[in-house]
């Protein structure tokens, strides 16, 4: 089998209602989406990570000026051996961010075909699944005006345990006293309805103030503290891991074996997020886990994308082994994102749903997405 042709989809819609995380404004959804296509018919889809400041033109660019060239004319099965020529082409001036997202979006779309030309599930070529089915957590929580907010916030801790959620991920980072505020109420409104917590910064701090917000949580039993400190400042994580007592998450903007090890080792986190979207795919994302399985961390991959992200990301989620095996061991939980994504759910023919908190894994072969084309031109970048 050989590729022949990579198409780029650099999608984009603008959002009826803004809303913020502690980094920005997102005022727009958008995917750069690839299609890989053999000469035997089968074609593969993949997704770069953009992130929701980022301009789904830079990983297209970098997937049709650097990587097709690399790939084109090959046998898409050779998923390792295209990763390393990739990366080796772009080292110089890749190694992270949307280069890596390019990266990402084309192995994605190889262990499609993989997956397709074997007729299984992309975690059947993985290993196997260690489950099923994944309990899902919201992430919301998202501001609409700014500060001042805990009341409405708190309102929607409570639709999102009336939609099912027993796991929700709150957006923190707009000011200490702001963040206590929000958790006072959401806490108050969720008491007694067996609902985990966990929170998320964005980075929006230093370490003194990292671990000052830290105390102020330590009443709600957090699962984790996700991006207390900036990706690349790896000591202020470990110094906010060793004064606070709930497990410190990050690593959706940490990149390929190669990041995750100087992560890994400085004992920065207790669980590693990668996003199969940015960390280099399938491929990179497997380095990953085997490397933090030697360091003792659980891996729960991260996802903020469209709907070939997430079945990605679910396809991962069914191979990552439990880091500290017990009877009643924590399984890793998929990131279910409740913000605004005008085309998310109607990218494809049959999309991510939760069930009572819980989504099944998908047993269709590959990534087991059909994408509906009619979506792709109507968000398409001119
Ligand atoms: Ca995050």
């Not at 953009?50 to 060239?69: C, D, F, H, R, Y």
């Not at 929607?156 to 006072?184: N, P, W």
């Not at 279910?336 to 939760?354: A, C, I, M, N, T």
Request: proline share 5%; aromatic share 8%.
């Amino acid at each position: 089998m050989k590729i022949v042709e990579v198409k780029i989809h650099p999608l984009r819609t603008p959002l009826e209602t803004p809303f913020a995380f502690s980094q920005g404004w997102v005022r727009a959804r958008s995917a750069t989406l690839v299609e890989v296509i053999t000469d035997e018919g089968i074609t593969g889809w993949g997704e770069a990570f953009a992130q929701g400041l980022e301009p789904p033109q830079i990983a297209a660019a970098v997937i049709g000026s650097a990587l097709t060239p690399v790939v084109m004319g090959q046998d898409p099965l050779d998923t390792e051996v295209l990763w390393h020529r990739m990366y080796h082409a772009s080292r110089d001036y890749g190694r992270k961010g949307s280069v890596i997202a390019g990266i990402s979006a084309i192995d994605m779309a190889l262990w499609d075909i993989a997956g397709k030309a074997h007729g299984v599930p992309v975690h059947k070529l993985l290993g196997g699944a260690f489950r099923t089915r994944v309990q899902a957590y919201a992430t919301g929580f998202y501001r609409i005006s700014g500060q001042g907010e805990a009341k409405r916030l708190g309102e929607e801790a409570i639709a999102h345990h009336e939609a099912g959620f027993r796991a929700m991920k709150v957006k923190l980072g707009y000011g200490i006293q702001d963040d206590l505020a929000v958790m006072r109420e959401i806490g108050r409104n969720i008491a007694g309805r067996g609902v985990t917590l966990m929170v998320d910064t964005n980075h929006a701090y230093g370490v003194g103030d990292a671990i000052r917000l830290g105390y102020g949580l330590a009443e709600y039993d957090l699962r984790w503290y996700e991006e207390p400190v900036a990706p690349e400042h790896i000591q202020g994580y470990r110094q906010v891991r060793d004064k606070l007592p709930m497990p410190i998450a990050g690593g959706e903007n940490e990149h390929t074996l190669y990041g995750f090890r100087d992560f890994l080792a400085a004992g920065a986190v207790d669980i590693a997020q990668p996003d199969l979207g940015s960390v280099g795919g399938f491929t990179a994302c497997r380095h990953v886990v085997a490397l933090a399985q030697a360091h003792g961390v659980q891996v729960n991959p991260h996802v903020w994308g469209s709907a070939i992200a997430q079945a990605a990301s679910l396809q991962m989620i069914a191979a990552v082994p439990v880091a500290h095996h017990s009877v009643f061991a924590e399984e890793p939980i998929f990131e279910y994102d409740r913000s605004s994504h005008p085309f998310r759910q109607f990218l494809v023919k049959e999309p991510v749903q939760q069930v009572d908190g819980w989504v099944e894994i998908p047993m269709r072969p590959g990534l087991g997405v059909e994408v509906d084309r009619a979506v792709l031109d109507r968000y398409r970048i001119a």
